[in-house]
């Protein structure tokens, strides 16, 4: 009885450590959508948590440099058909999805080198369009998180950044 209580007990620190280990801090994500047209739009991005931290000085987005708009690997940003961004022509297919922020002034950037690691071995020579927004506030998200509605509307909240683009 003496060993079933002693392997119980290192089985449940175990399976606490394991359980803690598994915790990510920029869990994977997926948005996913489907316009009126049939063409399918997915982002996979990993979302990091604010945790007290504000943007732009303590944690990325840093004013004027390329964010990778996300965490860990680079956002990938995918579409089954050719759209249209903001009215600039993509064609279908998989793109890292990288951003700048200048204020309430936003760049959103469609580059061909989907695969890679952060915002580190990006190069302004692979963009495929390049798309200027404006920013608006929107109420505290603490995770960063991406919405796509049937209409096309992209949505990128943090904090209290709210980006938004249209896909046709």
């Given at each position: 009885?003496?060993?079933?209580?002693?392997?119980?007990?290192?089985?449940?620190?175990?399976?606490?450590?394991?359980?803690?280990?598994?915790q990510?801090?920029?869990?994977?994500?997926?948005?996913?959508?489907?316009l009126?047209?049939?063409?399918?739009?997915?982002?996979?991005?990993?979302s990091p948590?604010?945790?007290?931290?504000?943007?732009?000085?303590?944690?990325?987005p840093?004013q004027?440099k390329?964010?990778?708009?996300g965490?860990?690997?680079?956002?990938?940003?995918?579409i089954?058909?050719?759209?249209?961004?903001?009215?600039?022509?993509?064609?279908?297919?998989?793109?890292?999805?990288f951003?700048?922020?200048?204020?309430?002034?936003?760049?959103?950037?469609?580059?061909?080198?989907?695969?890679?690691?952060?915002?580190?071995?990006?190069?302004?020579a692979?963009?495929?369009?390049?798309?200027?927004v404006?920013?608006?506030?929107?109420?505290?998200?603490?995770?960063?998180?991406?919405?796509?509605?049937?209409?096309?509307?992209?949505?990128?909240?943090?904090g209290?950044?709210?980006?938004?683009?249209?896909?046709?």
């Amino acid at each position: 009885m003496k060993k079933l209580v002693i392997l119980s007990a290192i089985a449940l620190v175990f399976m606490t450590i394991g359980s803690a280990c598994a915790q990510k801090p920029s869990p994977p994500a997926t948005a996913t959508g489907t316009l009126s047209n049939g063409t399918v739009i997915t982002i996979n991005y990993s979302s990091p948590a604010l945790k007290g931290r504000t943007i732009g000085k303590d944690v990325e987005p840093m004013q004027g440099k390329v964010w990778r708009a996300g965490a860990n690997d680079a956002t990938v940003f995918e579409i089954s058909k050719d759209v249209t961004i903001n009215g600039k022509a993509l064609p279908a297919g998989k793109y890292g999805f990288f951003t700048i922020n200048n204020g309430s002034d936003w760049t959103l950037i469609f580059n061909k080198t989907w695969k890679q690691w952060g915002a580190f071995s990006y190069k302004e020579a692979d963009d495929a369009i390049r798309v200027n927004v404006i920013s608006t506030t929107a109420s505290t998200m603490e995770r960063l998180t991406y919405t796509i509605s049937n209409t096309g509307k992209v949505t990128l909240n943090w904090g209290t950044v709210q980006v938004d683009f249209n896909v046709k």
